[in-house]
């Protein structure tokens, strides 16, 4: 039973880093993720939990993602590196990031249980590129080379540049934010082709800034960080539905 079905907090799990990292007296590998996602997720109503990459299970990932959603209200599939590119079947580019093969795997095998099961799914930045994956999808690899150059959607380091969305009316995107937002963003690579989602956001110079899947279900991608900001609405639209 869910904690939602059982009258509680709905619990929204997080995917999640494993990095290096040092804290204390420890420098050993970690699973981590920015804090602003479980303070969005507690904003919204819901209760955050973690997902560390399960690499070691092996053969059993579907197994392990499929209990794992089977005890969530709702999923978030976060930030972070760029998707392996033979995914979608390219080849890496010059700037692609080398590949997390053990996260691709695992977040993919949450989303294949999170549709299977129908669970509200929201993805971020790199959630929303591997959920378009996931569908059978395509990605640009370096979006300075589609806008002249421009480095607006990822200034370097840890900055956030700064974008304008027009979102189309009558979305579900749009029923959680509007018809417009101002937001956070940072990455280097774009959504290309989304089989099975809809496109219903783009930035002032063209790049996808957001899908979602036709009918029902609450299952929406966006390209930028909601998490950074004082906004909460897309994570208490994704909360709610998972209530």
Do not use: K
Not at 25 to 46: E, I, N, S
Not at 224 to 237: I, K, N, S, V, Y
């Amino acid at each position: 039973m869910t904690a939602a079905a059982a009258g509680g907090q709905p619990l929204v799990g997080l995917s999640c880093y494993r990095e290096p990292a040092r804290w204390g007296v420890w420098d050993t590998a970690a699973d981590l993720l920015p804090t602003d996602y479980a303070d969005m997720v507690v904003r919204g109503g819901g209760l955050p939990v973690l997902l560390p990459a399960a690499d070691r299970l092996a053969g059993a990932l579907a197994t392990a993602a499929a209990a794992a959603v089977n005890r969530l209200d709702a999923l978030v599939i976060t930030g972070g590196a760029d998707v392996d590119p033979t995914r979608y079947g390219a080849a890496a580019g010059p700037l692609t990031d080398p590949p997390r093969t053990d996260r691709d795997a695992w977040e993919l095998a949450l989303i294949a249980a999170a549709d299977a099961a129908g669970l509200p799914l929201l993805g971020v930045c790199r959630g929303m590129q591997l959920m378009a994956v996931a569908g059978g999808g395509t990605l640009h690899q370096h979006v300075p080379e589609l806008l002249r150059g421009s480095t607006v959607h990822s200034p370097g380091g840890d900055r956030y540049g700064s974008v304008e969305i027009a979102v189309q009316a009558g979305s579900a995107v749009a029923a959680a934010v509007g018809d417009g937002v101002r937001a956070a963003c940072h990455h280097h690579q774009a959504v290309a082709t989304h089989p099975g989602f809809t496109a219903v956001a783009r930035s002032a110079d063209g790049v996808l800034e957001a899908i979602e899947r036709p009918g029902g279900r609450f299952c929406i991608a966006v390209q930028w960080h909601p998490e950074t900001g004082r906004d909460a609405r897309l994570f208490q639209a994704l909360v709610d539905a998972g209530r």
